[in-house]
């Protein structure tokens, strides 16, 4: 069974700019969620998504982040414009059900300079 | 606010010894505890925890559960040099149930 895909895996850019961010789940399962990890935190809940719906957006920059879920499968997040403190690692998680498992992709690695 | 505190931040031992990684949690709805084992990428899936004293187990990790105490802790026996990682904790609940994770121990496993 393939895992959670995210691309691309490294980015760098400068204040201000955009940058997208895309994570195909593993196929089936309805759930897909967007974290942040900054360093030396745990990751940090920014959307979920029950198919092609929001169920939990509160802990998003709405101001500068913005995500949608293409029919219910893949799925971007964006910001826009970046600032110093974007730099984290951008996780994509997938879950079949609601039980709390989630099976997360590899990671971007986002640098604002 | 849910909230999940996970001790210590960080260890160093040696190959071979015991460790006992800790996490309590105040989350509302509470549903489940997970761990999770993160080394230089994504989060890999340990154990999720529903019932209270219940231990699970694979291989020389294990982990329990106190509902009524609210923690839970992650037991490494014989540890070797590629457990070492930054072990995460996660309570899995709140309004949208969602996962709360802590900031994790970072487990240094010395040769």
């Known amino acids: 069974e393939a895992g959670v895909a995210q691309s691309p895996r490294y980015k760098i850019i400068e204040k201000r700019q955009s940058v997208a961010f895309w994570c195909n789940p593993i196929s089936g399962h309805a759930t897909l969620y967007w974290y942040q990890q900054i360093l030396g935190q745990g990751p940090k809940l920014l959307i979920q998504?029950?198919?092609?719906?929001?169920?939990?957006d509160s802990q998003l920059p709405k101001d500068r982040f913005s995500a949608e879920r293409l029919k219910g499968v893949d799925s971007t997040l964006k910001i826009q414009p970046a600032k110093l403190e974007d730099s984290a690692v951008y996780l994509c998680a997938s879950s079949p059900n609601r039980d709390g498992t989630q099976y997360f992709g590899p990671g971007t690695r986002l640098t604002v300079l | 606010e849910d909230k999940v505190v996970q001790s210590p931040l960080s260890l160093v031992v040696h190959e071979g010894d015991t460790v006992t990684l800790n996490c309590s949690y105040e989350v509302t709805n509470f549903r489940s505890l997970l761990w999770y084992k993160q080394e230089k990428k994504a989060p890999t899936f340990l154990f999720m925890l529903t019932s209270s004293g219940i231990e699970k187990k694979s291989g020389r990790l294990s982990s329990i559960l106190d509902k009524k105490e609210l923690f839970s802790i992650l037991n490494i026996t014989a540890t070797q040099t590629g457990d070492s990682a930054v072990y995460l904790c996660?309570?899995?609940?709140?309004?949208?149930?969602?996962?709360?994770f802590g900031k994790g121990t970072l487990l240094t496993v010395n040769p």
């Open positions: 998504f029950q198919n092609n719906g929001v169920v939990d």
């Open positions: 996660a309570a899995y609940g709140g309004s949208n149930y969602k996962l709360t």
